[in-house]
């Protein structure tokens, strides 16, 4: 093999702590190797060139290019060979940048290890084989989980766009948290007139099927087929048939259960329909709360429903779908406030979160849209917002700004004082962090145009007292910007809590096989470039579950996934990776052990001549490798990355 | 003899519904046994007939069952060797149906390296043919070398794997001879390990050069390792891919050997053969014992012992019950 190496210098990202000519230099000595050269930015236009015209001159038949990770820019590099008449294949990359100019800083190792990491490089190609891509059709079909507004825009562009779609939603109804606000803000515009239409066109719409109160069990396959396990859990209510008239809410006589809807304001019954706009409009029953669940007596439900649709008898279902693209639209829930001791770690019922607060601003809430404080019911005249409850702070491990609660404690203030024209608020606040289009013009209407007071400046503690007005809470905190204390008597104290990813994120994303961060949120295949991939193939990321955002951000990524989604989906068919496992089937004894291993379902047993043997399906094997390591016999290997070319690797390393 | 005559008497049972019954035979001196493959009625006489009986029922028949796959065979096991079948089984590489398994209460057998070292110390070299005569009787063996009797203690030369054995009797088997000896008392310590791991790194590592130094490259422990089933795609001497390079060094016999011990890793009985096999006397088995059990230990799995478990090492989990990688 004639063998062109390409050191780049990534401008001074590599050359500031590599001697990149001299790696070149080195390079001209190894094995095979008959040009090397060094350039400022090989990805570059100018870059690729010159890999293409070296390729030309040189008669070159393999190309090593050492630069950054292979996971930016190896499919560039592999086009560029292929544009020159090479196959993609015979081209092998080293990473001196992440893995070596990254994390050294001294010079004369770093030219060493990159040195050394090049001709590990060169040695497997010399022993890389041509392979060819192949064709596999592609399931028009797409996978969005998670009915938030994030999903909810992604599922109806691809269904615009000609997909069917699978929206799959674990509570009772989507609209996620835009479905519980009020108003929103810049424009304070009604919440569910805006998102109600939305939720019944995804009803209506003939492409989407649509699965609420379900969750994931598994996924299987790989981008164009993926097998998804889906798990509809019991409601006890025939969805068929009930109609959501609601009769069976006003017979119910247990009214205690948690109204997960109106995030506990209140109680409802185990039989509920969370709001009246919800979608689907169908009753569940709370297994937890139903007496005849847990006593075998009571039945009134079954009683009251005019179309016969209660099932105490009914079962979780599981149902299997084959999707071409998932999208992952989990959003975020609030994190756990009650850590705070000074804000009374939950023990004061009149410290509530800022969701909270939606519920009891809205018309069709719990309490018709009157704010009233749930100790006593009675309308508040001074209310404190607290900011940055759980955000921005390190010492609960929550070190990043949620994104959104500046603007939305902006819009509860206004919102205060429409509703409340006597009350005051008050407004404790770190930094405000009001970056979008009138976004800071609408912070500032608060506190002119409304009178909200904004104090900079952490609460330290608050507790009740009495007062001659009755009880209150005592908020006691520092003024940064007076330099002084601060104590305001309040009777409604809300937190603007911090949001999380979604509860059970992580594990979502271990069935997608997605990576997600410290916090759970889902890792993006680029933080500047690839916003909505992620690094598995096929599965795309809409909405908060990427990282904190509002609803317009929101409802731009729902539709960046579906243009991602239809684009991978357009024809129908997809190329496959030819980086497979494949089988010896002289050496395979066909003891099966690559069968059972492999995560991916991708190895059969054959019957060769009567003989028991290994196969691989290449369209689902995903070149992890686990059978190569685990087969005894050596019988499977990866087309490219043999157990000669491993070996070839470590010999390059133990000969430096 | 009442077992060997029990035995016999389902061996001549069996015989008839099978190609070949394998057992064990007299060798070629009285201190050694050989497998017997029993084909006619008048081979069974041959069984367990040399003056060691049982305890001298050394190696383990299920080493030649994947090579026999497709014949009906019947194999007489002692306990250990029973794990062997059952784990050849599990792995999909034999049969169950094609074997029938006559089982016995084993008492232990013969370690003749330790009998060698033993009879070093009183300057009698060991060579076939060199012992004339053996005795067992009760407690004790007694053998004439150079025309002298020397007697020795049985447990003394016992091989170590049986009285920390937990699994006397054939733990599979269609028929069984004899009465089931009390076993659930018996626990593994795993004491040789430990003291190897007592040992500071660099010293466990010099151990290991030394003992390796000695290897012959012979692959007799290969050869009788019942789970070994590669043949002749053996790493070792493939070379496509070219795993070992041919030089007489320590690094590559130690590689070989840990290649066995990584192959082995969750389906290793323990059964020894590949430690009685050596004729250095190197002592490999504590490798495999150390990866069996790290096995156990993690995973709560003996191999051998269940036709229908997955070795865990051989089965792709995403989450595994104690390996806590995640907080749920
Ligand atoms: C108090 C408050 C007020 C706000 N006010 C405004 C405002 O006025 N204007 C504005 O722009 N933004 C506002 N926001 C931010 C807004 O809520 C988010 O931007 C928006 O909800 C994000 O949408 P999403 O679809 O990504 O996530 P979500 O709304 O969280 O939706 C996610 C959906 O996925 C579902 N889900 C989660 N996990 C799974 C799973 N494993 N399987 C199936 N389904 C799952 C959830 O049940 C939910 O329905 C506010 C936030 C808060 C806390
Ligand atoms: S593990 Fe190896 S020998 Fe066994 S079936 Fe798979 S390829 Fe064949
Ligand atoms: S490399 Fe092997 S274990 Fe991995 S996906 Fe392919 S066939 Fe399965
Ligand atoms: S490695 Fe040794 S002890 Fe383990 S099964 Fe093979 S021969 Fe028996
Ligand atoms: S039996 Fe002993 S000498 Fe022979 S290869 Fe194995 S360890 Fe080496």
């Given amino acids: 093999m004639r063998i062109g190496v390409f050191i780049c210098h990534c401008g001074s990202n590599i050359a500031a702590t590599v001697d990149v000519p001299e790696v070149a230099a080195a390079a001209r000595r190894m094995p095979e190797v008959v040009y090397a050269s060094d350039n400022m930015y090989s990805c570059s236009e100018p870059g690729q060139q010159a890999i293409v015209e070296a390729i030309q001159a040189h008669n070159l038949g393999g190309v090593v290019v050492a630069s950054c990770s292979p996971r930016m820019h190896e499919p560039t590099f592999r086009k560029a060979v292929e544009r020159a008449g090479l196959n993609r294949y015979l081209f092998e990359m080293a990473n001196i940048r992440e893995h070596v100019a990254w994390v050294g800083k001294h010079k004369r190792a770093n030219t060493a290890k990159a040195t050394e990491l090049v001709l590990m490089a060169v040695e497997k190609l010399r022993l890389n084989r041509t392979l060819a891509p192949r064709k596999i059709p592609a399931t028009r079909k797409v996978l969005v989980v998670g009915g938030g507004v994030a999903g909810i825009q992604a599922a109806l562009d691809c269904a615009e766009g000609g997909l069917s779609v699978v929206l799959v939603e674990r509570e009772p109804s989507i609209g996620g948290k835009m479905s519980k606000l009020d108003k929103t803000f810049p424009t304070i515009d009604c919440s569910s007139c805006v998102l109600g239409p939305k939720m019944v066109e995804v009803a209506q719409h003939e492409h989407i099927d649509l699965h609420a109160y379900s969750e994931i069990v598994s996924v299987t396959g790989y981008v164009g087929n993926f097998a998804v396990t889906i798990r509809k859990k019991a409601a006890y209510v025939d969805w068929e048939k009930c109609t959501g008239c609601g009769l069976c809410m006003e017979r119910c006589p247990s009214l205690k259960a948690h109204d997960r809807f109106n995030e506990g304001i209140g109680a409802t019954t185990a039989i509920n329909i969370p709001f009246p706009q919800a979608i689907p409009k169908k009753a569940t029953i709370s297994a937890a709360h139903c007496i005849r669940l847990k006593t075998g007596k009571c039945g009134a439900c079954a009683k009251a429903c005019p179309s016969g649709a209660i099932d105490y008898e009914d079962q979780d279902r599981e149902f299997t779908v084959t999707v071409g693209a998932v999208v992952a639209a989990t959003g975020y829930d609030l994190t756990d406030w009650k850590v705070y001791g000074e804000y009374g770690a939950g023990r004061y019922p009149d410290v509530i979160t800022a969701l909270q607060y939606e519920r009891l601003l809205t018309a069709s809430g719990p309490t018709q849209g009157r704010i009233k404080r749930p100790s006593d019911g009675k309308e508040p005249k001074t209310v404190v917002f607290i900011q940055c409850v759980g955000s921005r702070d390190p010492s609960v491990g929550r070190p990043y700004c949620s994104g959104f609660c500046c603007m939305y404690t902006a819009k509860q203030a206004i919102q205060t004082k429409e509703h409340l024209p006597d009350s005051q608020s008050y407004v404790f606040y770190l930094d405000i962090r009001a970056p979008g289009k009138g976004y800071d013009e609408f912070t500032r209407r608060a506190q002119e145009e409304y009178g909200a007071a904004y104090v900079r400046g952490r609460v330290s503690m608050l507790y009740p007292i009495k007062t001659p007005d009755g009880e209150k809470l005592l ?178 390393l133990c000969r430096c | 003899m009442a077992l060997r005559e029990q035995l016999k008497k389902m061996i001549l049972e069996v015989l008839p519904g099978v190609d070949c019954v394998i057992g064990w035979g007299a060798g070629y001196d009285a201190l050694h046994a050989a497998p017997l493959f029993m084909r006619a009625p008048e081979d069974v006489e041959r069984f367990l007939s040399g003056p060691l009986g ?87 063996l007694a053998l004439t070398a150079g025309g002298q009797e020397y007697t020795f203690k049985r447990d003394e ?126 002592p490999v088995l504590l490798l495999k014992r150390s990866l069996g059990r790290a096995v156990e230990e993690m995973f709560d799995y003996r191999a051998g012992l269940d036709t229908e478990a997955k070795p865990p090492l051989l089965t792709f989990r995403v989450e595994e019950r104690k390996i806590k990688e995640r907080e749920w």
């Fill in chain 2, 157 to 282: 030369i016992m091989a170590d794997k049986c009285p920390r054995c937990r699994e006397p009797n054939a733990v599979i088997s269609d028929c069984f001879a004899g009465i089931e000896r009390r076993a659930d008392n018996i626990a593994d310590d795993y004491e040789d390990i430990a003291a190897l791991e007592r040992m500071s790194l660099e010293d466990r590592f010099r151990f290991w050069e030394q003992e390796m130094s000695r290897c012959v490259r012979c692959y007799a422990c290969r050869n009788a390792c019942p789970l070994c089933v590669c043949r002749d795609h053996c790493a070792g001497a493939s070379r496509d891919p070219h795993w070992l390079t041919q030089a007489d060094s320590t690094r590559d016999k130690f590689m070989f050997q840990l290649i066995h011990t990584l192959h082995l890793a969750g389906r290793c009985t323990g059964c020894g053969e590949c430690q009685r096999a050596c004729p250095l006397g190197i």
């Fill in chain 1, 475 to 652: 908020v006691r905190g520092a003024d940064t910007l007076a330099g002084s204390q601060v104590e305001v008597e309040a009777d409604l104290v809300v937190l603007a809590v911090g949001a999380g990813a979604a509860e059970h994120a992580p594990r979502l994303a271990e069935k997608l096989r997605i990576p997600y961060d410290a916090h759970g949120f889902f890792l993006e295949g680029h933080p500047t470039l690839k916003p909505i991939e992620t690094n598995t193939a096929g599965v795309y990321l809409a909405g908060a579950c990427q990282g904190l955002k509002d609803i317009p951000a929101s409802v731009a990524q729902g539709s960046g996934a579906a243009a991602k989604v239809l684009g991978l989906l357009s024809r129908g068919e997809l190329e496959s990776d030819p980086q497979t496992a494949g089988v010896n089937l002289t050496r395979c004894t066909g003891c099966g052990k690559c069968i059972d291993i492999c995560p991916y379902g991708a190895v059969q047993e054959l019957e060769v001549r009567g003989k028991p043997k290994a196969g691989v399906i290449e369209a689902v094997c995903q070149g992890c490798g686990l059978c190569t390591a685990t087969c005894p016999q050596g019988a499977i290997q990866l087309s490219h990355c043999t157990d000669n070319q491993i070996l070839a690797e470590v010999e390059a």
């Fill in chain 2, 54 to 140: 049982a305890f001298g029922a050394v190696q383990n028949p299920a080493l030649f069952l994947p090579e026999l796959a497709g014949k009906k065979i019947g194999l007489v096991v002692k306990g250990c060797d029973s794990r062997s079948v059952v784990q050849l089984a599990a792995e999909n590489l034999i049969k169950r149906e094609e074997v029938v398994i006559i089982g016995f209460p084993c008492e232990g057998v013969i370690d003749l390296h330790k009998l060698r070292n033993k009879l070093a110390a009183h300057f009698v070299v060991n060579e076939p043919g060199g012992v004339t005569a053996v005795n067992l009787a009760g407690d004790h």
